[in-house]
């Protein structure tokens, strides 16, 4: 497994997603733990969690309790895994998404994800989604705060926009060291983000980056110059795509979601996967 940086530190070049091992349609535990193991065993050192990755309302952290559960029970070094988890997106528990960026919020949440993952600091904290009813400063100043009380050892945003990068890296002091985005395929619009990370030398981490739990099976059939490439390199659709993303810049770092074994580990193949120059810029105008 290649790696890349976020911030100071050195992480696997294709991370593992947890989120489709606590929301709808997630499997029993037993299978989300195999899930992990089989990520690490394949190499992977980047694990993305939250604390909004849950199903019911009273279930708060479900997925960053289940990762340090599945980190403590494997047999190997877990020293040099980086898990990643946000705060200030919330799920009441009746299916809908809301917003909470007010800075007491977000230093209470990542007080209680470090509690739930079982760590003095949290690797990376990132603020989940923006706020419209919470100055952008506001909630990222929460970060600096959190940055200086040593509860987390670098901060990030999530769901940004180019101005926002920018807001946020200056409130940081220069210390913003990712943005998590949707990027894949299908959905391409935060390639300016992707740029300006690259310009400035900040981790992308694109979610959802084969499209989503109900698109990456799909890919090759809504997709037909990656199911062309894929066919001619003897892989699979989703590899070429993450081979491409990875591709685009030094600073991406996808981060796909798995919830069973099988496909973590042809995820973490994807490290392997080196595209031609050419195939690039077709994958690039399809």
């Known amino acids: 497994m290649k790696t890349r940086a976020i911030g100071d530190r050195t992480v696997s070049e294709i991370g593992l997603g947890g989120m489709p091992m606590s929301i709808e349609g997630r499997p ?13 065993e394949a190499g992977v050192t980047l694990i993305d969690t939250a604390d909004a990755y849950h199903l019911h309302g009273n279930e708060v952290g479900h997925n960053e309790e289940l990762i340090a559960e599945a980190l403590r029970s494997w047999g190997g070094d877990t020293s040099s895994v980086l898990v990643a988890t946000k705060g200030g997106h919330l799920r009441p528990g009746d299916g809908s998404w809301t917003q909470d960026g007010r800075p007491e919020h977000l230093k209470e949440a990542a007080k209680a994800s470090a509690k739930r993952l079982g760590v003095e600091a949290i690797g990376l904290y990132q603020f989940h989604r923006p706020d419209p009813s919470v100055p952008y400063a506001d909630s990222v100043g929460a970060l600096v705060e ?4 040593g509860v987390i050892q670098m901060a990030g945003i999530s769901n940004a926009d180019p101005s926002q990068i920018r807001e946020a890296n200056d409130v940081l002091g220069g210390r913003l060291v990712s943005v998590q985005n949707q990027f894949s395929p299908a959905f391409r ?3 300016p983000e992707l740029e300006l990370c690259n310009e400035l030398g900040i981790a ?11 698109g990456a099976a799909e890919l090759g059939g809504s997709h037909a110059a990656f199911k062309e490439v894929a066919e001619a390199r003897g892989v699979s659709p989703q590899q070429v795509a993450l081979s ?10 996808p981060i796909p979601g798995s919830s069973r ?12 996967l080196v595209l031609t120059a050419d195939e690039v810029n077709r994958l690039s105008a399809a």
């Open 28 to 40: 029993d535990r037993d299978r989300s733990t195999a899930t992990i193991h089989a990520s690490l």
């Open 146 to 149: 959190l940055l200086e009380e």
């Open 189 to 191: 619009s935060s390639l």
């Open 204 to 214: 992308f981490l694109p979610w959802s980056p084969l499209g989503g739990i109900s």
């Open 244 to 253: 491409w993303e990875l591709s685009l810049g030094d600073v991406v770092i």
């Open 261 to 272: 074994p099988e496909t973590a580990r042809a995820s973490a193949e994807a490290s392997e």
